[in-house]
């Protein structure tokens, strides 16, 4: 499974890479604190993969990353190769400021 730290994730971001960036966390959650990218809660994930790119990296995150690794896990397994997590979710992203 691809990692992806928050410093990276910034670097990607700062470098204007084109990625596809999706919280999958309920929608109370993404309301106190988010950073941006699509909206898709994991519940409805797996029914929404047509949303998913096949043509650039896609990075999940969640709060601490582990809904994200679960998930990416379970799309693995239906043929996506080019997932990556944002290791320790929202909480690294927040210690990284």
């Known amino acids: ?22 919280d999958i966390r309920e929608g109370w959650e993404r309301e106190q604190y988010n950073i941006g990218g ?8 797996f029914s929404q993969t047509s ?3 096949s ?14 690794v679960i ?9 996506f190769q080019n997932l990556y997590n944002l290791a320790g979710g929202m909480k690294a992203w927040k210690e990284t400021l």
């Not at 992806?4 to 994730?9: C, H, I, K, M």
């Not at 990075?59 to 582990?66: R, T």
């Not at 998930?71 to 043929?79: D, F, H, K, N, V």
Request: some cysteine.
């Open 38 to 45: 699509m909206h898709i809660p994991m519940g409805e994930l």
């Open 51 to 53: 949303e998913l790119p």
């Open 55 to 68: 043509d650039k990296e896609v990075v999940l995150y969640c709060e601490k990353g582990i809904r994200s």
């Open 1 to 22: 499974m691809n990692q992806l730290t928050p410093t990276e994730l910034k670097q990607w971001t700062a470098a204007g890479k084109d990625f596809l960036l999706i």
């Open 71 to 79: 998930a990416i896990q379970r799309l693995e397994t239906s043929g």
